[in-house]
């Protein structure tokens, strides 16, 4: 069973930085695609970033390419989201995933088989 437990969440002033970490525990992290969604009330979850199973290929969200940064560290077991220049409109709930097609970039929800609880975060103006 994989289990992927978000942290690192707050609240941050517009500009700053704030890096999520995603825990994942149960079979190899290498057998998994990683990706971070995010979600906020009334809308549906939307892609941030997405990370291949050995770190090799990424791909971002139009809205955060060039100030997110995903990583994964498989030895262990660890997804980051790296954020800077953090803006109000990236306020929401993220979510790590895990898709079991590895080799797979992803950006629907629906692909994703692992989710965590979520981590909020805040951005104040």
């Known amino acids: 069973q994989v289990q992927l437990v978000e942290s690192g969440g707050g609240l941050v002033q517009a500009g700053g930085s704030l890096r999520l970490s995603c825990a994942v525990s149960g079979p190899p992290l290498s057998n998994y695609a990683m990706a971070w969604f995010r979600q906020t009330p009334g809308k549906e979850r939307e892609f941030v970033a997405v990370?291949?199973?050995?770190?090799?290929?990424?791909r971002y969200a139009d809205s955060v390419k060039g100030r997110f940064t995903i990583s994964r560290d498989n030895a262990k077991s660890m997804v980051y989201l790296q954020m800077a220049s953090i803006k109000p409109e990236d306020t929401a709930v993220y979510y790590c995933a895990a898709d079991v097609s590895k080799f797979a970039l992803s950006d629907r929800p629906s692909d994703y088989d692992y989710w965590g609880q979520g981590a909020q975060v805040t951005v104040s103006s």
């Open positions: 990370i291949s199973w050995s770190g090799g290929r990424s």
